[in-house]
C-alpha cells in the first residue's frame, strides 16, 4: 500500500474534520400524553405508537419510610 510522503499538517487535518458534528437528536410531542419522545419510536412515557398502545409501562410506587 501508498504511504504518504510527508505528515499533513495539523491545520488540514482539523480542516478534513470540520463536519464531523454531533447532531442535536430531534423530539416530538407525543399526542397521548404530551411528552417529547423520538419520532417513529415507542412512547416511553406512555407505551403509545400510532394510536395504539403497544407497550404497557408500569409505574413504580415510592416507599415509605417507617421511623
Same mark, same amino acid.
Given at each position: 500500500? $501508498?504511504? %504518504?510522503?510527508? #505528515?499533513?499538517?495539523?491545520a488540514?487535518? @482539523?480542516?478534513r474534520?470540520?463536519?464531523?458534528?454531533?447532531?442535536?437528536?430531534t423530539?416530538? $410531542?407525543? %399526542?397521548?400524553? #404530551?411528552?417529547?419522545?423520538?419520532?417513529? @419510536?415507542?412512547?416511553?412515557?406512555?407505551?403509545?405508537?400510532?394510536?395504539?398502545?403497544?407497550?404497557?409501562?408500569?409505574?413504580?410506587?415510592?416507599?415509605?419510610?417507617?421511623?
Amino acid at each position: 500500500m $501508498p504511504l %504518504p510522503k510527508r #505528515k499533513h499538517s495539523t491545520a488540514r487535518g @482539523r480542516k478534513r474534520r470540520t463536519h464531523w458534528k454531533i447532531k442535536v437528536a430531534t423530539l416530538t $410531542p407525543c %399526542p397521548q400524553c #404530551k411528552q417529547l419522545k423520538l419520532p417513529h @419510536r415507542v412512547c416511553l412515557a406512555c407505551g403509545f405508537y400510532a394510536g395504539r398502545q403497544v407497550v404497557e409501562i408500569k409505574v413504580k410506587e415510592k416507599k415509605k419510610k417507617s421511623r
